[in-house]
């Protein structure tokens, strides 16, 4: 395999220089930045060596004045000087310490050397600059855990495409995707005749190869976004003044395993094959990642006019299968809920339509409420019914009366639901139970007096109700029922307060599954819940927030991105929380899918020992992000 330096080094840089820049390269954002910004970080940095076991930072050594970039060893990060399970580890490409630094302040951490290490040492002022000169770089020092998640969510991709192609899986040589000889070009070909040639034959990249067909280097449509955006070029430039020199390639041997996680690792969409130095093929992204289509739409509408419930019965049998193309497709955890909310919706509307039908007498008229996750559009593969009924007495009919016409329908309902899939709920949230059939004077009624005298049994009745949306029906009462919500809620510090102390009843898990966590050599390891020790904690928690300000919508992550418009939280908080709440949710995706597959009962129980480590660093951040959410819920209602 060939390695490369996307833009070429002056020869003013030294070799030194030369080496560290290139060492650099394969890691996030260095591998984004352009040459110039990379030779001033290298240039303004000092080299220094640590021997195993030796301190490389620690709070003792007072406020911070560089901030550090491993290039080569493993640096072990702790927050005492005494080695405890909750350190964790930094490996090449890693930086440190962030915010001691520009808070200008002495870190909190010891960084302990656990092999022989080399390090950049930039002083803060170089760092600064380097911040307002480097977007990439900016971006990554605001965004880390954010490029994590994007680096996990490729992970997952992989590990689906590679479950939805078992004839052509990961370990399927190259050579099988290269149907056809490559088109290329020569370093003398004028930057328009390569874009036309890409116009012409419908691609992305153009290799371009000496008169032996020897790989020389690629120009990508990123190539073309970069000379255009910089004003580089001219029309007439030869290609081999624009190209990408020395481009990555494997042999028709390699898999499609290796070239997926050379594209994963050096952000690239596009691998070269080459037999020995000829080359034989270009494969896009697209090529190695061209899965079935996944048909939302198609499916989507099959369930709205599903003709019998034996049929949406069958359709729904589809959505674990679109769950994992969609995983395999990167979509984030909140597209998939989403998405498996709305075709639930789809089925919960088939439903009350086709019960309907079989009416034979006139109802009054009414809406179906959702309560929980589905009003939140949360929803996994593992769900129950969380639901109730909001109807309009017609003139002369009293409450009692719609009612004892109403609970009938509604039980076939709820039983229609459970059939396909939407189990009945335990703790009867259903709108077959009289208490949950009510006028929109009665639930307004019922809203004031879970507020009024939150008990216990009132608090968990207000963490479902007041997560509520209107999912089929005349929802005119639903509007007028929201702004009264909020407003008996935010003229409730009582309520809010004994609201806050309920959602703290959740212990994080943080103490021993983080020091479990933080060892790779764990016997026992450890179980998270990820509803209730994991995810729990983030709905009750940004839940309050949200009512006592005031916002009406339900969605946990629209709840987050309003809180952090409003200045309710800091936008590294807002950002933090929103990335930790949407891993979680992936977690749980994942797991609901793999018990699926292996026909197990759907559960929240995941086993840490099927996490790689990036994973349970994601997971240990997350878990920290949530601790972090109570700990402001705390110090807000002083708790």
Not at 302 to 327: W, Y
Not at 567 to 581: K, L, P, Q, S, V
Request: contains cysteine; negative net charge.
């Amino acid at each position: 395999m060939h390695h490369h330096a996307p833009d070429s080094i002056p020869s003013s840089v030294s070799e030194a220089q030369q080496f560290i820049i290139q060492a650099l390269r394969p890691h996030a954002p260095f591998n984004q930045m352009q040459p110039p910004h990379l030779q001033y970080l290298v240039a303004h940095s000092q080299q220094q060596h640590f021997t195993p076991g030796s301190i490389v930072l620690a709070p003792e050594m007072g406020q911070v004045q560089h901030w550090f970039l491993l290039i080569e060893g493993t640096i072990c990060a702790q927050r005492s000087a005494i080695p405890d399970d909750q350190a964790f580890y930094l490996g090449s490409g890693d930086s440190f310490p962030l915010v001691a630094l520009q808070e200008e302040r002495a870190t909190r951490t010891h960084y302990i050397a656990q092999s022989a290490c080399t390090c950049l040492l930039l002083p803060r002022d170089a760092f600064t600059h380097l911040l307002s000169e480097s977007e990439p770089f900016k971006l990554f020092m605001q965004e880390g855990s954010a490029v994590l998640l994007d680096k996990l969510r490729k992970q997952a991709r992989l590990q689906h495409w590679q479950e939805q192609h078992p004839d052509t899986s990961l370990n399927t040589p190259l050579a099988h995707f290269v149907q056809h000889a490559p088109i290329s070009c020569h370093a003398e070909n004028s930057l328009a005749e390569v874009v036309a040639m890409m116009h012409e034959h419908n691609i992305s990249s153009v290799a371009i190869t000496d008169p032996n067909h020897h790989l020389q280097g690629i120009f990508t449509l990123r190539d073309l976004r970069r000379v255009f955006s910089q004003n580089l070029a001219e029309r007439d430039q030869p290609i081999g003044q624009l190209m990408t020199q020395s481009p990555f390639y494997l042999s028709p041997r390699h898999t499609a395993y290796d070239a997926a996680m050379l594209m994963i690792q050096h952000h690239i969409g596009h691998i070269c094959v080459c037999e020995g130095q000829r080359l034989v093929g270009v494969l896009s992204e697209r090529d190695l990642f061209d899965l079935q289509r996944i048909n939302l739409v198609q499916l989507s509408r099959a369930l709205r006019h599903a003709d019998t419930l034996a049929d949406l019965q069958q359709l729904r049998l589809r959505i674990p299968r679109l769950v994992q193309a969609m995983l395999a497709n990167e979509a984030s955890a909140t597209q998939i809920t989403h998405l498996i909310t709305q075709l639930n919706d789809h089925s919960t509307i088939r439903v009350i339509e086709l019960t309907l039908a079989e009416q034979p007498t006139e109802l009054p008229r009414f809406c179906w409420l959702s309560f929980g996750s589905e009003g939140r559009h949360e929803q996994t593969l593992l769900t129950d019914q969380d639901n109730g009924l909001l109807f309009y007495p017609p003139e002369g009919m009293s409450s009692d009366a719609c009612r004892t016409l109403l609970l009938p329908v509604a039980n076939h309902i709820n039983h229609a639901l459970d059939s396909c899939g939407l189990t009945l709920c335990t703790g009867n949230i259903m709108a077959s139970n009289p208490a949950l059939c009510l006028s929109a004077e009665e639930w307004l009624h019922k809203f004031r007096h879970i507020i009024l005298q939150p008990d216990p049994t009132h608090l968990l009745q207000g963490s479902i109700f007041f997560d509520l949306r209107a999912l089929w029906g005349d929802q005119h009462g639903v509007d007028m029922l929201l702004p009264e919500l909020l407003a008996m809620v935010t003229d409730s510090p009582q309520f809010q307060r004994m609201m806050a102390n309920n959602a703290l009843r959740y212990r994080l898990p943080l103490q021993g599954l983080l020091q479990r966590l933080g060892s790779l050599l764990q016997a026992n390891e450890p179980v998270v819940d990820l509803k209730a020790g994991a995810l729990s904690p983030f709905v009750d928690s940004v839940r309050i927030f949200a009512l006592s300000n005031g916002i009406s919508e339900a969605s946990t992550l629209e709840r987050l991105h309003q809180l952090g418009e409003h200045g309710i939280f800091t936008t590294n908080d807002a950002n933090a929380f929103h990335d930790a709440y949407s891993y979680l949710q992936l977690l749980r995706l994942q797991l609901h899918l793999r018990q699926t597959q292996q026909n197990q009962p759907l559960n929240n129980q995941l086993p840490t020992a099927e996490l790689n480590p990036l994973e349970r660093r994601m997971l240990r951040e997350s878990l920290r992000q949530a601790k972090h959410l109570q700990d402001l819920l705390r110090h807000r209602y002083q708790l």
